[in-house]
């Protein structure tokens, strides 16, 4: 699949493994949905290490033929199934997902995924503005946010970024926050 981002370059999506977040992994998940408010959560998918940690902590060899050789991503990578391999997937405490960078329109189907919503991250491409920052609730609400922590429409989840950047400027984590489409490997 071929997107666009809004520098108008076409990219490929991005693929990277990570741990599960849901009700399953007991206390920690009962805690962050207590501080967050997001009740109407099953699930939380998303990039930021703090919330689902890399499945690949260390890159061997043969990761050099499929990861991103750009921009300090080489935990993304250019092929799913070399992923699924290369860390056992288990469907049941994994999520391997297909990242795009700055959409500019709705998803495009990637076989074998299903689209779940959009990310905010913050400038370092790391912790989720929307998930990890203690909120802006003058920006947006845990109404925004579906059963994923996700924001279902891109159009809204450009919004929101964009008035975190404007009120937030000073703030580094919030200065350039982008928004990621993200689908996973469907279960």
Known sequence: MVMTNVSGKIT????????RFDPQCGDSWASYIE???????REIISTDPMLCPSLIDTLI?????FNIHADNRCYFFSDAD?????????????NILALSEQPT?????????????YEILDSYDS???LLNC???PTIFTTDDHNEFGL?????????????????????????????????????
């Open 35 to 41: 501080w967050s408010g997001l009740h109407h959560v």
């Open 61 to 65: 060899d043969d990761d050099w033929n």
């Open 134 to 136: 203690g909120g802006f």
């Open 151 to 187: 924001v279902e429409d891109l159009d809204h989840a450009t919004k929101i970024a964009k008035t975190i950047r404007e009120t937030n400027s000073e703030e580094p984590h919030c200065k350039d926050c982008r928004v990621w489409g993200i689908a996973r490997l469907e279960q």
């Open 12 to 19: 490929m999506p991005f693929f990277a493994a990570y741990q």
């Open 105 to 117: 329109r709705n998803p495009v189907t990637i076989n074998g995924f299903e689209f779940c919503g």
């Open 127 to 129: 912790i989720s503005v």
């Open 82 to 94: 070399y992923l699924k391999r290369r860390i056992k997937y288990d469907s049941s405490r994994h």
